[in-house]
């Protein structure tokens, strides 16, 4: 049987209400334990970061949270019980790859992977994705279709709708650059990867990682050098927030338009709508490097399948699609 978490217990009981002190006779019945156990268990938790504030006669309070990315602090942002499908790393590889793995060994819709630092970010195009321990949120979250496989293509940017409702919370004005980064100021604060894990023998999908990688509080000179004038952080965009707060935030408004919404059971011209008015693609020159060449269009518009709609200097216009081509503005953030 599994050992006790005390610690944890008595954190998701302070987490509850952090307003009022929860008296050590309340926890200590609340959580079957003695007193002494309560007391020690918040000492633990002090060492690990929490402020708790503990007065005689009216007991504890939990006043600050650390930053970092556990398990126990995820679950003081998120819903109730989300957690349990909710696997933190301190250090892996990816998360995709994580995610893909438990794609593969059946994990249930909805779960997600999460980690302090990843060894082998990886972004599209085959390039790497840097990912600093203590700086970032770097989540994959896996989504079992339980839609026509022609709309998963519209799941990297549910994602980045999910991300952008989460930055306009914290007050920023994120924008999307089709298809996959999320900007402010016209520098990356968010990246986001999705791989399909297939079934060879019957040709279905039956899952679908989808990676998230945010930059939360990175200062400047973070930075490598030459990403600098391309990359910008929350914190930099002006928000200081712990980084458990977004990625739960994150989690939180997937659930809602994956599983709640099942958003892509019934893609809708609001779905579009929300897309194209976060779009700083769309009304931009814009160059097309596809496989057959490359050419200039003007974007016009998100197609109903999440492709970009481009205009051809003879006025013809055209669906791109993100796995086909590479868009480059001509103007700003390239
Ligand atoms: C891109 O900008 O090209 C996409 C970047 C995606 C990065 C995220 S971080 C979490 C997940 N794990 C990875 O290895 N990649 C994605």
Not at 74 to 101: A, F, H, K, W
Not at 154 to 175: D, F, K, M
Not at 180 to 207: F, H, P, Q
Not at 251 to 256: A, K, S, V, W
Request: hydrophobic residues 40%; glycine residues 10%; charged residues 25%.
């Amino acid at each position: 049987m599994a050992k006790r978490d005390v610690a944890a217990e008595l954190l998701r009981e302070l987490g509850q209400d952090r307003t009022g002190f929860h008296s050590g006779e309340e926890l200590s019945t609340r959580l079957g334990v003695s007193r002494t156990a309560v007391w020690k268990a918040a000492c633990r938790l002090r060492e690990a970061g929490y402020a708790i504030e503990s007065v005689t006669r009216l007991g504890y309070r939990l006043t600050a949270l650390p930053d970092g990315m556990t398990r126990e602090l995820l679950e003081q942002y998120l819903p109730q019980g989300r957690g349990e499908t909710v696997i933190c790393y301190e250090e892996t590889d990816s998360t995709n790859t994580r995610g893909m793995q438990l794609a593969l060994e059946g994990a249930p819709t909805g779960t997600v992977v999460l980690a302090d630092r990843q060894t082998r970010g990886s972004g599209r195009l085959g390039r790497s994705f840097l990912s600093p321990g203590g700086q970032g949120v770097y989540l994959s979250y896996l989504y079992r279709p339980d839609c026509d496989p022609a709309a998963l293509s519209l799941l990297t940017s549910c994602a980045g709708l999910a991300v952008c409702q989460v930055l306009e919370e914290l007050g920023l004005a994120p924008a999307i650059k089709w298809p996959n980064d999320i900007i402010i100021d016209r520098r990356k604060v968010c990246g986001i990867l999705t791989k399909l894990a297939s079934d060879a023998e019957t040709a279905t999908v039956n899952g679908a990682v989808i990676g998230i990688g945010v930059n939360v509080t990175q200062q400047r000179e973070d930075f490598p050098e030459e990403l600098r004038d391309k990359a910008v952080s929350v914190q930099e965009a002006g928000v200081t927030v712990p980084r458990a707060a977004v990625a739960a935030g994150i989690i939180t408004r997937l659930d809602d338009l994956l599983l709640r919404q099942r958003i892509l059971s019934q893609p809708s011209e609001a779905l579009i709508g929300e897309l194209t008015r976060r779009s700083c693609t769309v009304g931009s020159r814009v160059e097309v490097i596809s496989p057959t060449g490359e050419y200039e269009a003007l974007a016009v518009g998100i197609a109903p399948d999440a492709g970009l709609v481009v205009e051809l200097p003879d006025g013809s216009r055209r669906t791109v699609s993100s796995g086909e081509v590479s868009v480059r503005g001509l103007l700003g953030y390239t």
